[in-house]
């Protein structure tokens, strides 16, 4: 990565804007791909980074931890056998344990789960498995035998990597499980301490992940609908609740063949226990907009948007069809008031010029297939010289016709008998009534609402931020790696799941601050960058002291810098070695 800065002249000043940006090779071309936009790296921008950074992370570390009393030695050293040694991945660590620390689940989860006799503090494990869910998503199995000893987490937390083992980690998980309710409490006040996250209106969605293995023992397995196009493996359903800047609040695992709307009372009621019901706008897709769900939250005196299924927009067609009461709420995207007549509610009727043109095309192109191969089959018929067996074609049709949905009302099929050879022949109309209705609802789509003092656009806005639900489920998937799953005991899956969870939880404050530091929203490519910043142990042979062994930090490149400073990070340039790691002939300093 390198930094690159372009110069433009506004109200007669001229600008530098700095970026970061580094190379991509795509197939056999190089390109440059910018990375973050630093804007002009002045000192406003700097001043506003370092105030979030402290009231995130704290003021830089200067305890014993950094300080090997080094500073001020001075001894001859045997230039020939100086050597660097225990080379490790610093830089995400570091990052990933000052995130940890900044929302505070290092002090709650130390005072959930007190020392007892044991040699290692939960808290300390606890840390690594979400460090590494955040930096290195892989099994315990893993961290344990491979990624902690290639990282500086050792050093940072004074936890020797003979301690770390499979079964420590293992027994961390069933311990942090138990207090899930009071974590995603505590991460609720904390995300309104640091960011003033509004929490009033709860964005909701479910998503699935699913199992290796058969999951014999595990009640909540079972096959269901898959969004992970794995029908061929059990699952369970997590459903997710975010806030409006989509922060995690908290999240429930159902049965993996439980229907979306069956998952709305509990999530409410759950949340509501954990986060106080004052106020709360619940936003949900369609999915959940079963009428007993409806008729249950306006029982209940709870506000909703939620989406409406589509074939509910044939009941406001004289709406979508009339010109009158539309306004433009962004470019492409009109909305409309309406009530629903059955119940009251303010219906939001919308329609997307971007949504028209991928549905004129999706009709277009299923159309196209099923009049190709009607055509095909008609003309197999005729040329036929002996009788064709109906119920073959019959089905050959209904294989067609299921394969490209989106347009099979629009013809009518039937085999009408003839004097052929074949016995009968393949007559075909076109519906035009669907023509019709695809010319008037394409691009459109209704959401319900018993809001009746919000604005259309507010009412359309709030709709469209459940993308941030969306966005946090392929972020787990994706880049923490929650599916698949491989653990098998039903209590072992929901403290995967819970890890997976909280390590969002860093990688959402993590963007957060990036966002307001001005680095845009990759936490990944932060954190990759970061981790090319090592430690490494220097041992300098000397003529008087026997070997002196310092545990340096290496210097940041202009890019890493430039990061750091606007992320208001300062790096540690030398940490304190444990005295049991230093042979005898070797000093700290």
């Known amino acids: 990565m390198y930094l690159r800065h372009t110069i433009r002249k506004k109200d007669g000043k001229v600008h530098r804007y700095w970026c970061l940006v580094r190379s991509v090779r795509v197939g056999k071309r190089v390109i440059q791909q910018t990375v973050a936009h630093l804007g002009e790296l002045d000192e406003h921008g700097r001043i506003e980074a370092r105030a979030l950074a402290r009231h995130l992370v704290g003021a830089p570390e200067q305890a014993q931890l950094f300080d090997d009393g080094s500073r001020d030695v001075a001894v001859p050293v045997r230039l020939k056998g100086i050597r660097i040694e225990r080379s490790r991945q610093f830089g995400d660590v570091y990052l990933a344990l000052a995130l940890w620390r900044g929302v505070g689940l290092s002090q709650l989860v130390a005072e959930l789960l007190p020392a007892g006799k044991e040699r290692v503090a939960w808290e300390k494990i606890a840390a690594v498995l979400v460090a590494a869910r955040l930096c290195a998503p892989s099994s315990e199995l893993h961290i344990a035998e491979d990624w902690y000893r290639r990282t500086a987490l050792s050093d940072l937390l004074q936890l020797d990597d003979a301690l770390l083992n499979k079964d420590r980690l293992y027994r961390a998980l069933d311990r942090l499980l138990e207090h899930k309710a009071a974590i995603e409490g505590h991460l609720s006040r904390r995300a309104g301490e640091l960011f003033a996250v509004d929490n009033e209106v709860l964005l909701y969605d479910v998503t699935s992940t699913y199992f290796e293995g058969e999951a014999e023992a595990n009640a909540l397995a079972q096959r269901g609908y898959s969004r992970d196009h794995r029908s061929d493996c059990k699952q369970v359903l997590i459903a997710l609740v975010v806030t409006f800047d989509g ?243 039903a209590d072992r899956v929901q403290a995967h799941i819970l890890v997976c969870f909280l390590a969002f939880v860093l990688w959402k404050t993590l963007e957060m601050w990036q966002s307001r530091a001005g680095l845009g929203n990759a936490p990944r490519t932060v954190l990759e960058e970061l981790a090319r910043i090592q430690s490494h142990d220097v041992v300098l042979p000397t003529a008087t002291h026997g070997q002196i062994r310092l545990r340096c930090v290496t210097q940041p490149d202009a890019a890493q810098a430039a990061l750091l400073d606007r992320l208001g990070i300062v790096l540690p340039k030398r940490m304190r070695l444990v005295e049991a790691e230093l042979p005898a002939t070797t000093l700290s300093a």
């Open 247 to 489: 922060f995690p609040l908290g999240y429930e695992v159902f049965a993996g063949n439980i229907h979306d709307s069956k998952t709305v009372q509990t999530i409410v009621t759950t949340m509501e226990a954990r986060h106080g019901a004052l106020g709360r706008v619940w936003i949900a897709d369609r999915g959940m907009a079963g009428r007993e769900n409806l008729a249950w939250l306006r029982a209940t005196g709870r506000r909703y948007i939620i989406g409406a299924p589509r074939s509910e927009l044939k009941k406001f067609a004289g709406e979508l069809a009339a010109a009158a009461g539309w306004r433009e709420v962004r470019e492409g995207i009109e909305v409309k008031l309406a009530r629903c007549p059955e119940s009251g509610e303010t219906a939001i009727l919308c329609r997307s010029a971007d949504r028209r043109s991928k549905e004129q095309a999706m009709h277009d192109k299923f159309s196209r297939r099923i009049e190709t191969a009607l055509e095909r089959l008609a003309a197999r018929i005729a040329r036929s010289k002996k009788p064709v067996h109906r119920e073959q074609v019959n089905r050959q049709i209904g294989r067609l016709l299921q394969q490209n949905q989106r347009a099979a009302r629009r013809f009518k099929v039937r085999l009408a008998d003839h004097d052929g050879p074949a016995g009968f022949r393949l007559e075909v109309e076109v519906n035009a009534s669907f023509d019709d209705w695809a010319a008037l609802s394409e691009g459109a789509y209704l959401l319900r609402s018993n809001i009746t003092d919000w604005s259309d656009e507010e009412l359309w806005k709030a709709y469209i931020q459940l993308t941030q639900a969306e966005a946090a489920f392929r972020i787990q998937k994706d880049q923490l790696k929650v599916r698949p799953i491989w653990h098998q005991r």
